[in-house]
């Protein structure tokens, strides 16, 4: 199942952002398979300011799971998370 997980940062965090960037890779890494679209968000000057990860787990307790293990959550990196079950209509251009 697709869940939208959107991270919003804390106000001025990017240094703790950047500092905690290598293993929130590698924990990304680690759960490959299970993402289907990750990045950064960006502010108006094109600075990361939080996350958009759309991730395919079991159920929303996997979801809930996976947010929590990331080293940027474990950091006290965000501000809010919020998890929804989300669906996919287009892909790649296409529709699905």
Avoid: N, Q, W
């Amino acid at each position: 199942m697709l869940f939208a997980i959107t991270c919003t940062d804390k106000p001025a965090s990017l240094e703790l952002r950047m500092a905690t960037r290598p293993p929130h890779l590698e924990y990304l890494k680690a759960h490959e398979a299970s993402l289907v679209l990750v990045g950064p968000v960006l502010d108006p000057e094109g600075k990361p300011c939080g996350s958009l990860l759309v991730v395919d787990v079991a159920d929303r307790a996997a979801a809930e799971a996976f947010a929590a293990g990331d080293p940027y959550a474990k950091a006290g990196l965000f501000e809010s998370v919020v998890i929804r079950p989300f669906r996919a209509v287009f892909k790649d251009g296409k529709a699905l």
